[in-house]
């Protein structure tokens, strides 16, 4: 596993504000009861092929992925949104065939919490056609994991010009809209701004660490559009001015974050330890 260790670059940690401290976020929700057990997704789709895959059937984790880290520091202290946890290798593996992100109530470093963050940068792009990340998502207050996207070229061009694309979300918490609630996001340069486009996905009758679903983009020319267990839910314009961004190619990235600014931190009700369970990434090109 190679490591990509914090203080690399100070584009790199510009870039990590965008998971995203409580910025403002639309509150159009579509809420559904969820039909399909177990929920899964093909190997094949009409029109597309399997351009890359990684099932976490081995003993550790493949070449594609790096690892960030610490809590950021000196350069971005909290990862851009003042989380409270220390990343480190140790609190990922590979669990009979799932990739398994652990986060611990522990002290390292100067950090009350632990946990990890994996990434594809210059190893693994994704430009265009179809991702399918199937996971059950970690419980409680200041539980934050997360599957995103930002631009290859952050190095050269900074934030928000790179792009940012989250395609799947969630903020812990016992309320509805917490535990069973994801959102898709974009984010992109407006003018000198952030600008963004987003959309909570919600269940009904259970909650997303009840078992296993499908966080999916299906990514165009012209739009992205986000599905949960193949159910479109949202989709995003990329065509006007200023989002040539989702016009070329990104990595991904995979995390479970404790605290921060949107979040806040875990209270009396958090249990510990908390698992970001993943079964398998996909990724389709259109023929």
Not at 178 to 203: C, F, H, M, P
Request: aromatic residues 12%; hydrophobic residues 35%.
């Amino acid at each position: 596993m190679k490591i990509q260790k914090p203080g690399i670059s100070k584009l790199l940690f510009a870039m990590l504000i965008l998971l995203n401290s409580c910025i403002l976020r639309e509150k159009e929700i579509d809420t559904s009861i969820v039909t399909c057990n177990p929920c899964e997704s093909p190997l094949a789709y009409d029109g597309y092929t399997l351009a890359f895959n990684d099932e976490f059937d081995g003993n550790q984790l493949s070449d594609v992925w790096s690892s960030n880290l610490g809590d950021g520091c000196p350069e971005n202290c909290g990862w851009g949104n003042n989380e409270l946890q220390s990343y480190q290798m140790e609190n990922t593996a590979i669990v009979n065939g799932n990739l398994v992100i652990t986060a611990k109530k522990e002290n390292v470093g100067g950090s009350g919490f632990t946990s990890s963050r994996i990434n594809t940068k210059g190893i693994k792009t994704f430009q265009f056609g179809r991702i399918d990340v199937r996971a059950k998502l970690p419980k409680g207050k200041g539980m934050w994991p997360a599957f995103w996207l930002i631009g290859a070229n952050i190095d050269s061009v900074g934030y928000p010009e790179s792009g940012q694309i989250n395609i799947a979300e969630m903020v812990g918490g016992n309320a509805d809209g917490q535990d069973n609630a994801v959102y898709g996001t974009i984010y992109y340069d407006n003018n000198g701004s952030l600008g963004y486009e987003a959309k909570t996905k919600r269940i009904s009758d259970e909650i997303f660490n009840d078992r296993f679903h499908v966080f999916s983009i299906v990514w165009g020319q012209n739009k992205i559009e986000w599905l949960l267990n193949d159910v479109p839910y949202f989709e995003a314009d990329i065509t006007p001015a200023g989002r040539d961004a989702f016009k070329k190619p990104f990595f991904m990235i995979i995390n479970l974050a404790v605290g921060g600014d949107w979040p806040g931190a875990p209270d009396q009700t958090t249990v510990f330890p908390q698992e970001l369970e993943v079964d398998y990434i996909r990724y389709f090109r259109k023929n």
